[in-house]
């Protein structure tokens, strides 16, 4: 069984402290991923980086399959304990930690652990992973999976195929993670001197083209060293041990990478996933406020287009309004003009008759008020109807326009499937209720109901009885409620009185009272009618906001998000870089102690 021996067991105190300040700037930056719904394997591997400041230096051997990696590290320990398939079918994740005697385990993950005696693996974990190019793609993915996790790189290329196309791949991936790289060239037993400083040149001048950096390269016959490491001391045994060229490598492991060295790329290493992360939500926190963006100009288009509703319905309601108090106005011209001629000495007989007299008034003065006041009003609720329908239409369209504009989804990504989908789903929803109201948009519905709001509000004000059928009616029916008390009045002070003097006093007495009632009918009925039409201009514009109020929400709370990550993200960033220095700084002044 392995021995778990972990990173702050050999640690100085002023050590624990780098980690510990590190920790918590890797712990900050995981809470902001997590609340800004950060791809689940991502948040894991920045999980791993945490979780891998506690744990020793993790030594991860990749290549290709048959490269040797394996051998490598059965000549690392001088005993056969890594298994060395012979098809990438067989390949396993296989982990080498310290153990009081040598056992083998397979984790629920599938990895196989191995405990192994060796001293050096109280300080280093080792993986030896599956080839870059093993077919079993489920142990491809956990080996990258380690990938992020390590603290040095070793990557193991053969003699015989140096620098594969996958090994090239593969290495662009690692170096992606900011890791370090130590090329280990094996099998070099296959070349002479001038081939291997070939190879070794073909190695290193690609890495510097393709990749951009010059890795240290090792070259060594693992299978050498593995036999040598088994023969007794002796002439054969030095010999064959400097055949395999293995001695520089183990000097390096064992001596150049002590415990300060491994303790600075322990630290690092976090950083590097760190910073490639914050990175890359940078950028995916940029795009999705370029998007948001978008959503925000389609919110500010159709609350444009409400202001413009709104000013044009205020406008043209207006002309409606003066078109029906200019129905009311000649009415109380003609009433004017007709007591001026019926009040008077030579209609005496006249005046007795009421019934006369008001079907008189009918004819001159209200005469066809009614059916104008009808037709105008229909008319105003028809326009209004209209109206409203042409608003739902357009922003029917200009919704159904937004829906099939194409976005850069390769940038969102697995990043943001929660939150494109929630977006997609609301501007969705908008378009379908307005496509809803479209289609069911009963327009003569809709005009009944508003003509017995309004109906009824005239009644509401006492100008009219509720007898009244129409808005014409109730006009005429409070108009001619003025003539009939006009001329009750007359008839009652001519018999009374049996004189003519009242007459003059009388019809200046109607006129006032009519002019004062059509007035009060006038400003009555406008004022009704445009309390009625700012309701309903009210609620039609409320029924769109409220369509497109989840849209807007969650618009406006994905750009505060995103705002907020870019700012904490740029913060992040900076102190990353701080800290990086920081290390440099304290523990090369640990290593000149």
């Known amino acids: 069984m392995a021995t778990e021996i972990t990173a702050d067991e050999i640690l100085s105190e002023r050590q624990r402290g780098l980690v510990a300040e590190e920790r918590a700037l890797l712990d900050r930056l995981l809470d902001r991923m997590t609340e800004f719904g950060a791809a689940p394997d991502e948040l894991g591997l920045l999980r791993r980086a945490v979780r891998g400041l506690d744990e020793i230096f993790l030594l991860v051997i990749v290549g290709e399959f048959n490269s040797g990696k394996s051998a490598f590290i059965n000549a690392l320990l001088g005993d056969p304990v890594m298994p060395e398939g012979v098809t990438p079918t067989t390949a396993m994740i296989n982990l080498l930690r310290f153990g009081p005697t040598h056992s083998t385990q397979v984790s629920a993950e599938g990895i196989v652990e191995h405990a192994y005696p060796a001293r050096f693996l109280r300080d280093i974990s080792v993986v030896d992973t599956p080839g870059t190019n093993a077919i079993i793609r489920e142990h491809e993915a ?95 045994r030095d010999a064959l041990w400097a055949r395999s060229r293995f001695a520089a490598l183990e000097r390096y492991i064992f001596e150049t990478l002590d415990e300060t060295n491994r303790l600075r790329l322990k630290l690092l290493n976090p950083l590097g996933v760190a910073e490639k992360l914050t990175e890359r939500y940078y950028g995916v926190a940029q795009e999705r406020l370029a998007l948001l963006a978008e959503d925000g100009k389609t919110i500010d288009t159709i609350e444009g ?10 406008r043209d309601f207006a002309l409606y309004l003066s078109k029906i108090e200019n129905i009311i106005l000649a009415m109380n011209e003609r009433g004017t003009a007709f007591f001026d001629e019926t009040l008077r000495i030579g209609r005496t007989m006249d005046l007795l008759n009421a019934d006369k007299v008001r079907a008189e008034f009918e004819r001159v003065v209200t005469r066809d008020t009614e059916s104008q006041i009808e037709a105008t009003v229909q ?91 129409g808005l014409g009616a109730l006009v005429i029916a409070a108009a001619s409620t003025v003539a009939v008390d006009v001329t009750g009045i007359l008839a009652a002070s001519l018999v009374a009185v049996l004189g003519f003097g009242i007459l003059p006093a009388k019809r200046r007495r109607a006129q006032a009272e009519f002019r004062a009632r059509s007035e009060a009918l006038r400003a009555q009925l406008v004022g009704t009618l445009r309390q009625q039409f700012a309701a309903e201009l009210d609620r039609s514009i409320t029924r769109i906001r409220e369509a497109v109020a989840p849209y807007t929400r969650f618009v406006r709370a994905e750009r505060d998000r995103s705002a907020g990550l870019v700012e904490e993200l740029t913060d992040t960033a900076a102190k990353l870089r701080q800290l990086r220095v920081g290390i440099e700084r304290t523990l090369a002044g640990d290593a000149a102690r």
């Open 379 to 469: 008319e105003l609720i028809d326009w209004l109807i209209e109206r409203d329908l042409k608003t739902w239409t357009a922003i029917n369209e200009y919704i159904s326009r937004r829906q099939l504009t194409k976005y850069n989804d390769a940038v969102i990504g697995e990043v943001g499937r929660g939150f494109d989908y929630d977006r997609r789903a609301l501007l969705a929803s908008v378009g379908r209720q307005a496509q809803e109201v479209v289609t069911g948009y009963d327009a003569g519905r809709e005009a009944r109901q508003l003509g017995e709001s309004v109906r009824g509000a005239i009644v509401g004000t006492g100008l009219a009885q509720a007898g009244a059928v």
């Open 142 to 236: 956990i080996s990258q999976s380690f990938v992020p996790r390590s603290d040095l790189i070793l990557f193991v290329t053969s003699a015989d195929r140096p620098f594969s196309e996958s090994e090239r791949a593969y290495m662009q991936v690692i170096r992606e993670w900011g890791k370090k790289i130590i090329i280990v060239l094996n099998k070099v037993d296959l070349l002479d001197e001038a081939g291997l400083a070939e190879v070794e040149r073909f190695i290193g001048d690609n890495a510097a083209r393709l990749l951009g950096f010059s890795p240290e390269i090792f070259p060594v016959a693992a299978k050498l060293a593995q036999t040598a490491k088994g023969l007794e001391p002796g002439p054969e």
């Open 305 to 314: 287009q409400l202001k413009i509703y709104r000013e044009d319905m205020e």
